[in-house]
């Protein structure tokens, strides 16, 4: 489902930041980072800890605003929009910790993940309105076969507090997909799953690259990244080291230090 | 003892309105809304001075509360967007007590701590018992119309919205959601019914006075929609005429202990609320009528 436009050679990556800055007080979390992530593959954004790789993410989903920089998303800036309007967008991202709305269903979760929802306009909910409904419907069906998709079929009525870890991960793409986004941002989809659960998941966001969608994630399981990431950026102290394959950042230099802990 | 009984029956009614009320803002926005007494004497003042001294034609007076309680909502909203828990919970506290001491001492606009009397009521007050069955008639009506639509907002995308705003604002912002908005819509809404609450008591009651919108009101709805079910619309309801069941039903138990002077007998009526309250929750702790969630269509 690759637009035509992007996979001309020569456009414009679906999603590039540049020069971003952003300080805590003294501390400088991103320090001209900057990157490009080419659609329909998996992108991973490796680094040591404290490298900013999740203050990035707060960026790019707005819930953060850059001091300096700018960041494209399919052509048009959003640095500094609100969350919900990128969200909105086709920009989508997930948590590190399995976050959620612990008195809503499985299925309720999926649901609030909807898109486009004329329902959730008050003067449609007070008159009624048959697009809503008609949307509703839309959105219940999508919500079954994302379900199955992660064979999440059977917990659909329970309260998400009732899942696994692993469980609420799985949860957590399957949100993401009601979206019906365009590129999703993963913070650690694998952390704290067995290496079952992980490869699982793993091939979960393979074949979402399949289906035309642009994935970006951060994980520290370096065989995961090995496995399915065509591409890296590498982070360290708030700047980009290098963009590349993978075999090509374990060979540079100036990752091995930054991993080591050396001067970056 | 039937007028009384009609009486409980009302007063009843318009605590309905405001657990319903309560249901929303809290229950369903989650937002701790501590001020439920101002908007319930927003409410019932700006319907008494149109009714009483604007002479506008009675049925506007409820229409009026509503606005005003819904724009006194709006602006308690957007001063408080910041505020979540206990913050919000003591800026809306003081919100009421704010609008308690303006209507105490601002005497050219309120009449000061003599109130408002001689309001009328929906039906003539000289007609005894119908006007006492009329407008408990009204008051259920408002409390039914009130009722059918939280139902609505609850089963919609509206409400689902809204409650995954009160688990997460962060999480909702991501999926979509303008935080900001469904707050602010569930608020004036919510105000706007315990302004409708406020003109229903102020035209039953004939007389509208500071000293009836004490935090105390408030307190009373909290226990109510915390026995009924914080996020059940029928719970809310229950809720609060058990309450108020409860509290009638204590003022006859105290008689049966004449030794007690009547200030022990006040106290000791509000440590049987509370009792019930801790018995309610114990027994079942999300309330009689617990949240529901929406089923998955079956394939």
């Known amino acids: 489902m690759r637009t035509a436009a992007a996979s001309l050679p020569g456009a414009e990556p679906p999603l590039v930041a540049e020069n971003i800055r952003l300080s805590f007080g003294g501390l400088k979390a991103l320090d001209g980072a900057g990157f490009q992530v080419r659609p329909g593959i998996v992108t991973g954004l490796i680094g040591p800890n404290g490298a900013g790789k999740t203050t990035m993410f707060n960026v790019l989903s707005g819930l953060l605003r850059p001091d300096a920089g700018s960041v494209r998303f399919l052509g048009r800036r959003i640095d500094g929009e609100r969350p919900h309007r990128i969200a909105r967008q086709g920009l989508v991202r997930t948590f590190q910790i399995a976050r959620g709305f612990p008195r809503l269903s499985v299925f309720e979760h999926l649901m609030v993940y909807g898109a486009r929802q004329p329902g959730e306009a008050l003067i449609a909910t007070l008159f009624g309105s048959a697009a809503a409904r008609r949307r509703e419907a839309e959105l219940a069906e999508r919500a079954l076969a994302v379900a199955a998709r992660l064979r999440l079929s059977p917990l659909l009525d329970h309260p998400v507090t009732a899942l696994s870890g692993g469980q609420k991960k799985l949860l957590e793409i399957g949100r993401a997909l009601m979206t019906e986004p365009r590129m999703i941002l993963f913070d650690e989809p694998a952390a704290g799953v067995n290496p079952t659960l992980a490869e699982e998941i793993g091939d979960h966001l393979l074949r979402l690259a399949e289906d035309g969608l642009t994935v970006l994630i951060v994980e520290h399981d370096m065989a995961l990244i090995e496995r399915i990431c065509q591409r890296v950026v590498v982070m360290a102290q708030g700047r980009t080291l290098m963009e590349g394959g993978f075999d090509e950042a374990r060979a540079d230099r100036a990752v091995q230090d930054a991993y080591l802990g050396g001067r970056a | ?299």
Not at chain 2, 37 to 50: H, Q, T
Not at chain 2, 81 to 102: Q, S
Request: charged share 15%.
């Open chain 2, 1 to 299: 003892m039937l007028t009384y009984l009609l009486f409980a029956l009302v007063v009843g009614s318009v605590y309905a309105l405001l657990a319903q009320s309560l249901m929303l803002s809290w229950g369903l926005a989650g937002l701790v809304n501590l001020g439920l007494a101002g908007f319930f004497a927003v409410g019932a003042y700006a319907s008494a001075m149109l009714v009483a001294w604007g002479h506008a034609p009675v049925l506007l007076g409820p229409l009026a509360a509503m606005a005003a309680a819904g724009v006194a909502g709006l602006v308690v909203c957007f001063s408080t967007l910041r505020l979540r828990d206990d913050y919000l919970a003591i800026v809306t506290l003081g919100f009421a007590e704010v609008v308690r001491l303006v209507a105490s001492n601002e005497v050219w606009l309120t009449g000061g701590t003599d109130g408002i009397s001689g309001i009328p009521g929906f039906l003539r007050r000289e007609s005894g018992m119908a006007f006492h069955l009329g407008t408990l008639a009204l008051a259920l009506l408002a409390v039914a119309a009130v009722y059918l639509l939280q139902r609505r907002l609850l089963r919609s995308p509206w409400g689902r919205a809204l409650r995954s705003v009160r688990e997460d604002e962060t999480v909702a912002a991501v999926a979509g959601k303008n935080v900001v908005r469904f707050k602010a819509q569930a608020f004036a809404l919510a105000a706007a019914i315990a302004g409708l609450a406020g003109a229903l008591y102020g035209h039953y009651t004939s007389y509208v006075a500071p000293d009836q919108f004490q935090p105390l009101i408030t307190i009373y709805i909290f226990l109510a929609v915390t026995a009924g079910g914080n996020a059940r619309p029928a719970g809310a309801v229950v809720g609060a005429y058990l309450l108020v069941g409860f509290l009638e039903a204590t003022r006859f138990a105290a008689e049966w202990l004449p030794e007690l002077s009547a200030l022990q007998r006040a106290s000791l009526r509000e440590m049987l609320v509370g009792l019930g309250l801790v018995v309610v929750l114990s027994l079942r702790p999300d309330g009689l009528l617990p949240e529901r969630s929406q089923k998955a269509p079956s394939r």
